[in-house]
């Protein structure tokens, strides 16, 4: 899929469909009114009849209107004109999108509505095509993608002074998708084909050709010299051995501190010996969107070649019920020193996360972000709606929010007062691994704060963002847009 920023005179442009925004009570709109000079007046006397009211993400497509150069026109509604922004444009051309591939257009040109900020709009725009293409077929014998896919896509301005910014809009927006794209594809594979050495494959494969971007893999051995005995405990009840991905983008100076990435990688959830229900349990080979979204953000880095050094690192493992596998009761030391009374196994992934967070020290990083698919308790807080914020710095909190704001990827923070830590106190190791059923989320990262005491450190919670349940389950590649931005403005790529 092409996407491309164009100038033109839409009375005259010739495409296979032109698609018009229009807000309800559409009045005094002018590309509407030339469009209608144009066309002799029949467009509004159509429009005069009231069929189309102009909701957010309503679409009719008209055929055979004389005097335009498209052969047909959609109306996209873009709802009311005072809510309108860069998230209901991003749902409008969703539906859009979704509207020409169901009438097996390959090729189409959207006309950007004027007066909003036009980089915003065609980078969500972008996402939102890509999200509406987007299809994983991997694993069927026959691939259910459409005969005629839409490969092109124009956007469209009047106003030559939009241009550049529509331009750059656009290769980032791609970025971001391609960036999204992967992560949904690795997110969406099953457990028995994505595991943590096919995660690693995955990393070196992302890496092959780039000299930018370097990848090494930690096996469990080295894990061992290390003294990682929290992630190891969690792998010791699986056969596949865990990995400790590393991978080193530099695109800023040498020398100048990274921002850390570390990505929960757990390539399926089954609660180990605190086994989980079997209901949906399906959805915990999910677990490892996390990890998945640091590889997504890091194919966007590479392909925008951001001028910023990125490390991400993703401890990988599955977390299965064996007779060699954690107990509750067990009492495990971390690489930090801290030992850990592991009271829940199904807790596992704060384990796993401890330990390469305590690893990711000698990144000496200016910034740490984690994300994690860590807590249920996090869905019943926010939803699905937003990643679960929290974090032992406010600025680097504040910056994460902007760059959620800025990408449409929607973060809430949540408090992390020294008082939740109470809740992690042992009777016979130096923390708990859970903290009973009060704030889950808020301990989770309390437990997780304890080995993050030496650098700037943020924790996401993409357990209610990172996949859909239902008829309608998948991957959604969050928080890949806000990571990248929040990447992007760190190195004044955008401002
Ligand atoms: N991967 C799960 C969290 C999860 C559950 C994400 C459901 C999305 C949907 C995590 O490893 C886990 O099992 N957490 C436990 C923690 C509890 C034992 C303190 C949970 O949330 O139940
Ligand atoms: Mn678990
Ligand atoms: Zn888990």
């Not at 370097?214 to 096996?219: C, G």
């Not at 010791?236 to 983008?249: D, N």
């Not at 600025?395 to 809740?423: C, F, G, H, M, T």
């Not at 009060?438 to 309390?446: L, P, R, Y």
Request: glycine share 10%.
């Amino acid at each position: 899929m092409k996407y491309s920023a164009r100038y033109a005179q839409i009375e005259t442009l010739k495409t296979p469909c032109l698609v018009i925004g229009l807000h309800e009570g559409r009045r005094g709109d002018e590309a509407l009114e030339a469009l209608d000079r144009a066309g002799g007046g029949r467009l509004g006397r159509i429009l005069r009849q009231g069929d189309f009211k102009g909701c957010a993400g309503e679409t009719q497509l008209l055929y055979d209107l004389e005097g335009l150069g498209a052969r047909r026109l959609m109306l996209l509604g873009l709802g009311k004109r005072k809510d309108f922004g860069a998230r209901t444009f991003a749902k409008a051309v969703n539906k859009a999108v979704s509207a020409l591939q169901k009438a097996n257009l390959s090729q189409a040109a959207l006309l950007v509505p004027e007066g909003d900020d036009s980089y915003a709009l065609v980078r969500e725009a972008v996402l939102a095509a890509a999200e509406a293409l987007y299809r994983f077929d991997d694993c069927k014998s026959e691939a259910d993608s459409p005969k005629k896919p839409l490969r092109q896509l124009h956007f469209l301005t009047r106003d030559r002074r939009h241009l550049r910014r529509m331009q750059k809009a656009c290769a980032h927006g791609q970025a971001m998708a391609a960036g999204t794209a992967l992560a949904k594809d690795l997110a969406n594979l099953p457990g028995n084909i994505c595991t943590p050495a096919y995660l690693a494959d995955q990393a070196r494969k992302l890496a092959r050709g780039k000299r930018k971007l370097k990848v090494s893999v930690l096996e469990e051995k080295d894990m061992q010299k290390l003294g990682m005995g929290a992630l190891l405990s969690v792998s010791r009840g699986s056969r596949q051995p865990a990995k400790l991905i590393v991978l080193e983008y530099r695109g800023g100076k040498t020398g100048s501190r990274p921002v850390a990435l570390i990505g929960k990688g757990l390539t399926f959830d089954a609660g180990g010996i605190s086994i989980k229900p079997a209901q949906a349990m399906d959805e915990m080979k999910y677990d490892m969107c996390g990890a998945a979204s640091v590889l997504g953000t890091l194919a966007a880095c590479v392909e925008l070649e951001l001028p910023i050094n990125v490390v991400g690192v993703i401890p990988s493992s599955e977390n299965l019920p064996d007779g060699d596998a954690n107990k509750p009761g067990d009492i495990v030391t971390s690489m930090s020193g801290k030992t850990i009374e592991v009271l829940n196994t199904d807790a596992e992934g704060r384990l796993i996360l401890c330990d390469a967070l305590t690893y990711t020290e000698r990144f000496k990083p200016a910034a740490v972000i984690d994300i994690a698919t860590l807590t249920g308790a996090c869905i019943v807080a926010l939803g699905h709606q937003a990643s679960g914020l929290m974090a032992n710095d406010e600025r680097l909190a504040e910056e994460i929010k902007q760059a959620s704001e800025a990408s449409n990827d929607r973060v809430w923070q949540l408090p992390l007062w020294d008082e939740y830590r109470e809740q992690l106190k042992s009777n016979f190791a130096d923390i708990a691994n859970i903290g009973g059923r009060a704030a889950g989320t808020i301990t989770a990262a309390a437990f997780l704060s304890h080995f993050t005491e030496s650098f700037k450190w943020a924790h996401l919670d993409i357990a209610g963002t990172a996949w859909r349940s239902g008829n309608n389950k998948g991957a959604t590649g969050r928080p890949v847009p806000l990571l990248t931005q929040f990447l992007m403005k760190r190195c004044k790529v955008v401002d």
